[in-house]
């Protein structure tokens, strides 16, 4: 097997907004031709993380390292365009300094929506909308792909074909992808690498190894557990109310479940 192309290398990453200690010594490796998905609950850090991955935030302390030159396609979690603002996909993709209408039809295709360019943003579904917000990430044809939460807003069907879309961009173009899901179970067969982060690291894995453990069996086995509102499971430490580890079962980085 070869050795995977590392993309980024965060070292022992701490972030804290005043006294709120938000990300705690994370370390995680991002590769080329690799899918990672961070899942956790609300708050749990996942997209400060991604916004250091992103060099968008300097973390409080710790290493975050990038392949020179790295290209990385970002696409938010939230769009807010004002409704009385008319906005066609067109404009809407140019807002990434990106002109060239052959470059946008070809980042349409690889999301099946080139029907869509002349459209407006606001009759898309919640679907298209998250295929044009891809499309827009992947206008620079980046090495890397950070995607937060890239299918809220899409009903159950969607969301599996968008995961499926996401598999194959990664497929065609070998680029390494992060991205934010609620659902592992939806998200297990898109995916390389699970992280689970409740502010640390809690465990981390293939994504078998992380759903054969009871606790995560518990949590995404059940209709509506993927708000992750009441998570909770076998650790090998406690959290007090802010996600903070208390020190009585010292944590030795992996969760043992
Ligand atoms: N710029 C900031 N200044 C102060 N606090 C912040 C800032 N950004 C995030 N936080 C706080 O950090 C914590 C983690 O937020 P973050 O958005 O990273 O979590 P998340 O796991 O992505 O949550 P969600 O699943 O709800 O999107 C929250 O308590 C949030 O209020």
């Known amino acids: 097997?070869?050795?995977?192309?590392?993309?980024?290398?965060?070292?022992?990453?701490?972030?804290?907004?005043?006294?709120?200690?938000?990300?705690?010594?994370?370390?995680l490796d991002l590769h080329k031709d690799c899918i990672t998905t961070l899942i956790g609950p609300n708050g749990a850090g996942k997209t400060t993380l991604v916004r250091?991955?992103?060099?968008?935030?300097?973390?409080?302390?710790?290493?975050?390292?990038?392949?020179?030159?790295?290209?990385?396609?970002?696409?938010?979690?939230?769009?807010?365009?004002?409704r009385t603002f008319p906005l066609t996909v067109k404009r809407f993709l140019q807002t990434a300094r990106i002109r060239n209408e052959d470059t946008?039809?070809?980042?349409?295709?690889?999301?099946?929506?080139?029907?869509?360019?002349?459209?407006?943003?606001?009759?898309?579904?919640?679907?298209?909308?998250?295929?044009?917000?891809?499309?827009?990430?992947?206008l620079r044809e980046p090495q890397l792909l950070v995607l937060d939460e890239p299918v809220q807003g899409v009903d159950i069907n969607g969301q599996v074909e968008l995961y499926n879309l996401i598999g194959q961009i990664r497929k065609?173009?070998?680029c390494g992808v992060l991205m934010i899901s609620h659902d592992l179970h939806?998200?297990?067969?898109?995916?390389?690498?699970?992280?689970?982060?409740?502010?640390?690291?809690?465990?981390s894995g293939h994504p078998e190894h992380v759903s054969n453990d009871p606790s995560f069996i518990d949590l995404f086995g059940q209709q509506g557990?993927?708000?992750?509102?009441?998570?909770?499971?076998?650790?090998?430490?406690?959290?007090?109310?802010?996600?903070?580890?208390i020190t009585d079962h010292p944590q030795t980085g992996e969760c043992k479940h």
Not at 53 to 75: A, D, E, H
Not at 113 to 118: I, Q
Not at 186 to 203: A, E, F, K, Q, Y
């Open 225 to 245: 557990a993927n708000s992750f509102a009441l998570y909770s499971h076998h650790h090998n430490h406690s959290h007090d109310t802010h996600g903070d580890v």
């Open 172 to 174: 065609q173009r070998g």
């Open 52 to 82: 250091v991955v992103l060099g968008l935030i300097k973390p409080t302390t710790g290493n975050v390292w990038q392949q020179p030159g790295l290209s990385i396609g970002y696409m938010p979690q939230k769009l807010h365009i004002d």
């Open 104 to 138: 946008m039809i070809s980042a349409l295709e690889a999301v099946s929506a080139e029907h869509l360019l002349t459209h407006s943003m606001h009759d898309l579904s919640g679907g298209e909308t998250q295929r044009i917000m891809l499309a827009r990430a992947l």
């Open 1 to 27: 097997m070869s050795t995977p192309v590392d993309l980024v290398r965060l070292r022992d990453v701490n972030v804290q907004f005043g006294t709120n200690h938000v990300v705690q010594n994370v370390n």
């Open 186 to 203: 939806l998200v297990m067969s898109s995916t390389d690498h699970v992280i689970c982060l409740n502010r640390h690291i809690c465990c």
